[in-house]
């Protein structure tokens, strides 16, 4: 059986039934019903996302020598959000149906939207029971609420819709606690809220999700140079650090009428989804806009004093804007196969052994306690090492395929040969070949084996990658 096409129409619904049944992902409060939207991560999940959340950390902060990280909280003081624009212009244009079926379309989405229901883009009225829509209203999608207990305009608040204006409100002090020189950039991951009107494609437009940021500051006139640098990196972590694969990825410059009004260069490194190319993460140059209109509304100083050349200016900012989300279903997605093996349908996940769930599962032959018992000192071992789960149910092909299932990339046997030999049997989740090893070298057996999974999953990552249309260069614009 060949692999299905990676854009398979119904990929998607595949993957998602896989990813509740294990636990990766599932509608949050299901048990009422669930809420549109919204999603919880299950034990898999959670694990898995740690693990992306740490290969950025890794790339962004700890191997650099440039960078800050921080953590802001989530609701700011609400003028943040007028200096930096949201509050007048952080909309979408919403319609409503006055049809059958009364649903609310983003306008800006409705021929994409009538395109998957087989409709012509252009067709009139709604995309679902073509009613007539309303005229399009401007929608803010940021999400209210009020501090304290008064609930009046005056206590009216926001949850952020990105992580980034932390940074640029903190900048000043940043600076002035590190003794940071330029260029240097801040970062920060976590939580971010956006009412969307018509959100999408299980957990890839969703109304709360995590984002991983990046400010990096740096002297007007260098900017461009650093967006470039910044798009070159940003692309090699999708590939070489999580192990996408390089054909599917592009980096796509945003057209001249497509850049925000205070950005000169923007380019997204997209996803080739079963619903088409999707943005991961946009790298923006946001010049110094952000920087000024806080000066500007808060009047505190946010320029800086180069003393190599006594000069002041206020910084350019060029922003790797990551979505963790998106890029775990892009990595799920990515790594999704079907195969058959002696006449029985496989499903494997082809994860990087840095992003998987677990590296090691351990799985003794049967719950005899002769086996069980040996099986858990290893358990315990391996623990100390690598992110190790133990499984004694069912037999032991069935706990192999949910491990290939999962992305497990080591499965370490113990059979009745291990009480007389010392040795038990590793079996890669890939090739599914096996090995067996005395028990005495069992850790560096696994740690040569997990360097063979980084290297075989950079090699898949980067197969085809001349295929990729990832060679658009930024170029100034406006
Ligand atoms: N600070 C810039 C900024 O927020 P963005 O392109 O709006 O830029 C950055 O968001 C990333 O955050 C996106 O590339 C995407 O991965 C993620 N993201 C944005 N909105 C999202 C949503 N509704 N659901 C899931 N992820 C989202």
């Known amino acids: 059986m060949p692999p299905p096409d990676p854009v398979a129409p119904d990929l998607l619904e595949r993957l998602v039934s896989l990813c509740k049944q294990r636990g990766f992902f599932f509608g949050s409060s299901e048990i009422y019903g669930g809420i549109n939207a919204l999603y919880d991560y299950g034990p898999l999940g959670?694990?898995?996302?740690?693990?992306?959340?740490?290969?950025?950390?890794?790339?962004?902060?700890?191997?650099?020598?440039?960078?800050?990280?921080?953590?802001?909280?989530?609701?700011?003081?609400?003028?943040?959000?007028?200096?930096?624009?949201?509050?007048?212009?952080?909309?979408?244009?919403?319609?409503?149906?006055?049809?059958?079926?009364?649903?609310?379309?983003?306008?800006?989405?409705?021929?994409?939207?009538?395109?998957?229901?087989?409709?012509?883009?252009?067709?009139?009225?709604?995309?679902?029971?073509?009613?007539?829509?309303?005229?399009?209203?401007?929608?803010?999608?940021?999400?209210?609420?009020?501090?304290?207990?008064?609930?009046?305009?005056?206590?009216q608040v926001y949850l952020r819709p990105e992580t980034a204006q932390g940074m640029f409100v903190d900048f000043a002090t940043v600076v002035q606690a590190t003794r940071r020189r330029l260029p240097f950039g801040i970062a920060q991951q976590g939580k971010s809220f956006r009412n969307e009107i018509s959100p999408s494609n299980s957990i890839f437009r969703t109304r709360e999700f995590e984002q991983m940021e990046m400010e990096f500051f740096c002297k007007p006139g260098t900017d461009l140079d650093w967006h470039s640098y910044w798009c070159t990196e940003r692309m090699r972590w999708w590939i070489e650090d999580c192990g996408v694969r390089a054909g599917r990825l592009r980096l796509r410059a945003h057209d001249e009428d497509e850049l925000s009004h205070y950005s000169v260069a923007t380019s997204d490194v997209e996803y080739l989804f079963p619903w088409g190319w999707g943005e991961l993460e946009g790298i923006a140059d946001r010049t110094d806009f952000d920087l000024r209109s806080h000066m500007e509304a808060s009047g505190r100083d946010l320029s800086y004093f180069e003393t190599e050349t006594n000069e002041r200016y206020v910084p350019y900012v060029v922003e790797p804007a990551a979505g963790l989300d998106r890029g775990f279903l892009t990595m799920l997605m990515d790594a999704y196969h079907e195969e058959e093996v002696r006449g029985e349908k496989r499903v494997v996940l082809r994860l990087h052994p840095d992003v998987s769930p677990w590296q090691v599962a351990v799985l003794p032959l049967s719950k005899k306690p002769q086996l069980t018992e040996v099986a858990r000192s290893l358990e315990q071992r391996l623990r100390n090492r690598f992110r190790t789960e133990y499984d004694e149910t069912q037999s032991i092909g069935r706990r192999y395929r949910r491990q290939d299932e999962i992305g497990t990339p080591l499965a370490i046997t113990v059979d009745f040969d291990t009480l007389d030999d010392n040795a038990v049997t590793i079996r890669e989740r890939d090739g599914m070949t096996q090995v067996r090893v005395p028990i005495d070298t069992l850790e560096q057996a696994c740690e040569d084996q997990l360097v063979a999974s980084r290297a075989a999953a950079l090699d898949r990552a980067r197969t085809a990658a001349d295929q990729a249309g990832q060679s658009a260069q930024p170029q100034r614009q406006g």
């Open 46 to 155: 959670a694990r898995m996302r740690r693990n992306v959340r740490n290969l950025w950390w890794r790339a962004m902060v700890e191997l650099r020598d440039d960078v800050e990280p921080i953590e802001t909280s989530i609701i700011m003081n609400p003028q943040v959000w007028v200096a930096s624009g949201h509050v007048a212009t952080f909309t979408d244009p919403l319609v409503d149906c006055t049809g059958s079926c009364r649903k609310r379309w983003r306008a800006d989405h409705l021929g994409d939207l009538r395109r998957e229901r087989g409709k012509p883009e252009d067709a009139p009225g709604c995309p679902e029971c073509g009613g007539r829509l309303t005229e399009a209203r401007q929608f803010n999608l940021m999400f209210r609420t009020h501090l304290g207990p008064v609930a009046d305009d005056a206590a």
